[in-house]
C-alpha cells in the first residue's frame, strides 16, 4: 500500500514537473524576437569567423585545436553562460518585478519544481544553441569531436548548465530591480568573458591563474580539453565549477526573494 502511495506520488510529481518545462518552453518560443536573437547570433558569429579563420590546420596559439575549432567550442561555451546565467538571472527579475513570481509562490507548485523546471529549460536551450553553432562548424570543415570525447563534453556541458543557472539564481537574488538587472548582468559577465579567453586564447599566466579560479575560463578549459589532442576529463577545471555551483546556490537559498522589493 505504501509503496503504490510513493508511485501514485512520484507519477504526480513527474507530471507537474514536466507541465512547468512546458510552460517555460511556451513562453521562450511565444516570445520569437528573443527566441530568434538566442539562436542566431552564435550562427552568425561563427559563420564570420569561419570566413576570417582556418577550421582544418591545427596550431599551437590554440592549444593543438585549429582556430575555428577553438572559437566553435568558445562560444558553445558562451551559449550556455547566455541561456543559463544571463537570460535566467534577467527572467527571474522581470518576474519578481512584475509580480509573477509572488503569484508562483501562491500556486500549489513547489518551489523546487519551479526551479528545476526553469533549469531544464535553459539546458533545453543550450542543447540546441550548440548544436546549432557544432552544425555551422561542420559547414566550414571544423571536425565533429571524436566517440571518445562525447562522454567528457556531456558531463560538462550538464555541469557547466547546472553551475551557472545557479550562478543566475543568485545574481538574480541580489538585484534591486528589473531594470537593472541586465547592467548587472553584463558587468559581471563581460569582463570574465574576454579575460577567460573566450573570443581570444589567454597566454598570460597570471591573467590565467586568476581567471581558472572564475567560473568562465574552467568551462571553456574543460571543454577544450575534452574535444582536444589529448581529451578526457579536465578534473580540476570541473572542480572549480561544481565549487561556483555550490556557492551559487547557497546564495541563492539564503537571499531569493518572490516579492518585490518595496520601492
Known sequence: MTST????AARRDLTVLLH????????????PQSAFFTFVLPVVVIAVFGLMFDG????PYFGGLSALQYYV??????????SCYSQL???LSTRRQNGILKRVRATPLPPWMYFVGLLAHCVMVSIIDVLLIVGVGRLYNVPVPSAAAWLPVAVTLVLGSASFCALGFAVASLIRNAEAAPAVVQFILFPLVFMSG???????????NITGLLPVRPFNQALLQAIGPDGGFAWRHLLVL???GVLGAAVAVRRFRWDPRPE
Open 5 to 8: 502511495v510513493i508511485q501514485r
Open 20 to 31: 512547468q518545462i512546458r510552460y517555460e518552453q511556451l513562453t521562450f518560443w511565444r516570445n
Open 56 to 59: 582544418t590546420t591545427p596550431s
Open 73 to 82: 567550442t568558445t562560444l558553445a561555451a558562451m551559449s550556455v553562460l547566455g
Open 89 to 91: 538571472a534577467i527572467v
Open 198 to 208: 573566450t573570443y581570444m586564447p589567454v597566454h598570460n599566466a597570471i591573467l590565467e
Open 242 to 244: 561544481v565549487l561556483w
